[in-house]
């Protein structure tokens, strides 16, 4: 019998994984036959961040792309992250009309193999996802969920992923006492993983360490006005931050050129070089291969599991729901939400993010509909 799962009829946003500029539409007027114990989402709304261009630039090395197989090998399907709706079953435990937040492709529809299945959700079970990190494999209900909240729904898909990844990052660097450090210096400060990050250090009980912000002359009024950084220094002026600060480097940027200059500039006083996103997709990352320290991967989900074996998962999740309710209540005064809907938008929104030109200030939330709305 031939597995179906993760493949979809409908409408498919590829992208070549080569070169993500190149992105185009699949159409298909033929739905897959669900297989017993599977079920059919209907992709409803999703965000894209710029967090989901570092899933693309990193679809190979991580294995962002096997999540959502595609037909042409040269494609990807890049995963966001959003709501579905069950529009067919053939689980006994899992019915249609049930609403789930988790990752999706930016697709009409999915479908899953639900194994695990509670009250909070699912794991997708299906072949092509297994030895995936489980994070991303887990659907939660929304009838399941204590700290769902309909009207938040648009806050969720922008913030909450890139919200664990900052939960995360200030609690690694708390575990590892900063390395020493009195200085933490976050690249692409006005990404909203690097605000989160942020946010964390400056609301912590014991605020250890400096925290500067690095961004585009263009982004430093919005950083500066975010009130959360000690010091906004733009890309350019890398060379007027003392030298003689033991510091840690957070870079969500995934810029060659300003890794290898903050690199030098600092020099033995880098305590640690953390590599967390590529906001920079397109930079020549190549010349920081023999920097020192060497700048090590942060992966958010080990993180996660590592500290799940240490406290276990509610002990994880109920201080993350402490830190996001405190987070996720200061956002109206910086965020802006723009709703877009239809492919149109879609490719169009994807292009701004690659490209850098999205204003820091807008979040987006799509949809395969044909009206769109801010607010």
């Known amino acids: ?145 204590p700290s769902y909240m309909p009207a938040l729904e648009a806050q969720q898909m922008i913030l909450r992923p890139l919200f664990m990844t900052s939960f995360l990052i200030e609690d690694f660097l708390l575990e590892n006492e900063n390395f020493g450090a009195e200085r933490v210096i976050l690249s692409s400060a006005s990404s909203k993983t690097a605000i989160g990050v942020a946010y964390q250090i400056a609301h912590a009980e014991q605020r250890v360490a400096e925290l500067v912000g690095l961004t585009s002359e263009g982004n430093k009024e919005f950083v500066g006005e975010l009130g959360l950084y000690d010091t906004v220094v733009s890309y350019d002026d890398i060379e007027v931050l003392d030298p003689d600060r033991p510091t840690v480097f957070v870079d969500i940027a995934g810029n060659g050129d300003v890794i290898c200059r903050l690199h030098a500039h600092i020099g033995d006083q880098l305590k640690y070089s953390c590599l967390v996103g590529a906001s920079h997709w397109d930079a020549d990352s190549a010349a920081t291969d023999s920097l020192q320290p060497k700048p090590v ?33 200061a956002t109206d005064q910086w965020m802006n939400i723009v709703e877009l809907n239809g492919e149109e938008s879609i490719q169009r929104t994807f292009a701004q993010l690659l490209d850098g030109t999205a204003p820091p200030s807008d979040a987006f939330i799509l949809s395969f509909g044909n009206s769109s709305s801010s607010k």
Request: proline letters at 4%.
């Open 1 to 145: 019998m031939t597995d179906t799962t993760g493949k979809a009829h409908g409408i498919n946003f590829l992208v070549d994984k080569s070169d993500l500029n190149q992105q185009r539409f699949e159409y298909s007027d033929s739905p897959v036959e669900l297989l017993e114990g599977q079920i059919r989402l209907a992709v409803d709304k999703f965000a894209l961040t710029a967090n989901n261009i570092t899933y693309a630039a990193f679809g190979d090395v991580i294995g962002y792309w096997r999540f959502f197989p595609c037909t042409e090998e040269k494609f990807g399907r890049v995963p966001v992250w959003g709501f579905a709706d069950v529009i067919e079953s053939r689980h006994s435990d899992v019915s249609t009309g049930e609403r789930f937040y988790g990752f999706l492709p930016i697709s009409t529809e999915l479908i899953a193999t639900p194994v695990s299945v509670s009250s909070s959700g699912f794991v997708d079970g299906a072949e092509h996802r297994q030895g995936l990190p489980p994070i991303y494999n887990q659907y939660t209900s929304v009838s399941g969920d």
């Open 297 to 329: 991967w942060f992966f958010a989900p080990d993180q996660f599991q590592k500290r799940v074996a240490e406290i276990g998962a509610s002990g994880v999740l109920k201080k993350f729901a402490t830190a996001w309710s405190g987070f996720v209540s």
